[in-house]
């Protein structure tokens, strides 16, 4: 389980600095390759085609990079069959033996003396 947790990581890592790279490469109003090419119109020489794929590539790897991470999440949700954990009951102590105080003396009662006329 660990490895394939691992190689699905390891692929996430790997989409995710293409997905930056593409993104980075995009010019946001429209440029992009294009204008790196020297090309002003978007028809000249195939580049149209160039912000497709462009477009396409990035579509393609957010949605890789989200499908890879439930992968891992429903993998590593489920608990392991291998070696299934039992609970032991906890073992109950009897309390301890409280001593008991020693009897108490019994006292007679006190005697009054009798009053003196």
Excluded: H
């Amino acid at each position: 389980m660990d490895t394939i947790f691992t190689l699905l990581m390891v692929l996430v890592m790997i989409a995710s600095v293409l997905l930056v790279i593409i993104v980075m490469a995009q010019n946001p109003k429209g440029g992009g390759l294009s204008s790196t090419f020297g090309g002003a119109s978007s028809a000249q020489f195939g580049v149209q085609r160039t912000n497709d794929f462009m477009e396409k590539a990035t579509w393609t790897l957010g949605g890789t990079i989200i499908v890879l991470i439930l992968l891992s999440v429903v993998i590593t949700g489920k608990p392991s069959q291998a070696a299934p954990t039992q609970q032991q009951p906890a073992k109950k102590e009897a309390p301890a033996k409280q001593q008991t105080a020693p009897a108490s003396k019994t006292t007679a009662p006190v005697q009054t003396p009798a009053p003196t006329k």
